[in-house]
């Protein structure tokens, strides 16, 4: 089963950008990776889906200033101009085999 | 729209049961895979369960034997039906869209309900 690893808390300054990082356990760097986005007490937003060769689809609705991409095992996602409005916890997700979902541990986000 | 909208949620003591609901609008539960997913107070999303549009069903190993997914297919709506419920089954229950995997292509979960908050205290 992959095992998703993603750094518990990360800042950023208003305006600035940030790049997230959501990396994958050993044999399983080739797999698909989805973004979600949540504000404290919401639900989760799906964000996007990032492929291996750094392809991303992002679904309906996310602002341009949300991308991704990706390195091996690490698949990114990169928020430009960051807005206060962008602080919130990030969470990637992927196919876990036996375990069929798997979420990595979430990176809360703060903008200065 | 495409809208997903959970109910059933509450106080229920350990060992108790409870039946939670997802109506579906804007797609079909029969033509996607169908997932719940958790969030226990101040933690992370955990993957309970999914229902592919096969009609297979998959099961985290903590709900294993305890829960069963379900989908009725003339009100749209997706269930989770809770037994033998335990402390630490208390989290927001998440409807989701996604959470499947055929023919080496993984659907990623992309549409989440509002979310239904089930407490299982004494």
């Known amino acids: 089963q992959p095992v998703l690893t993603q750094s518990s808390s990360a800042s950023a300054s208003l305006g600035s950008s940030v790049k997230l990082t959501c990396t994958l356990s050993?044999?399983?760097?080739?797999?698909?990776v989805a973004w979600h986005q949540q504000h404290p007490g919401k639900a989760p937003r799906y964000l996007m889906n990032v492929e291996s060769r750094g392809t991303y689809i992002k679904g309906s609705g996310v602002p341009d200033r949300f991308s991704g991409s990706s390195s091996g095992a690490d698949r990114y996602l990169t928020i430009s101009n960051l807005q206060s409005e962008d602080e919130a916890d990030y969470y990637c997700e992927a196919w876990g085999g036996n375990t069929h979902v798997v979420f990595g541990g979430g990176t809360k986000l703060t903008v200065l | 729209e495409v809208r997903l909208v959970e109910s059933g949620g509450g106080l229920i003591q350990p060992g108790g049961s409870l039946r939670l609901s997802c109506v579906a609008s804007?797609?079909?539960?029969?033509?996607?895979?169908m997932s719940w997913v958790r969030q226990a107070p101040g933690r992370g999303l955990e993957w309970v369960s999914s229902l592919y549009t096969s009609g297979n069903t998959y099961y985290g190993d903590s709900v294993k034997g305890r829960f069963t997914i379900s989908r009725d297919s003339s009100k749209n709506t997706l269930h989770l039906q809770m037994n033998s419920l335990r402390v630490e089954d208390t989290a927001v229950y998440y409807c989701?869209?996604?959470?499947?995997?055929?023919?080496?292509?993984?659907?990623?979960?992309?549409?989440w309900g509002q979310g239904t908050l089930v407490t299982v205290s004494s």
């Open positions: 804007g797609l079909t539960v029969t033509n996607s895979y």
């Open positions: 050993s044999g399983h760097s080739s797999f698909i």
């Open positions: 989701a869209r996604g959470g499947g995997y055929s023919n080496y292509l993984y659907f990623s979960v992309d549409l």
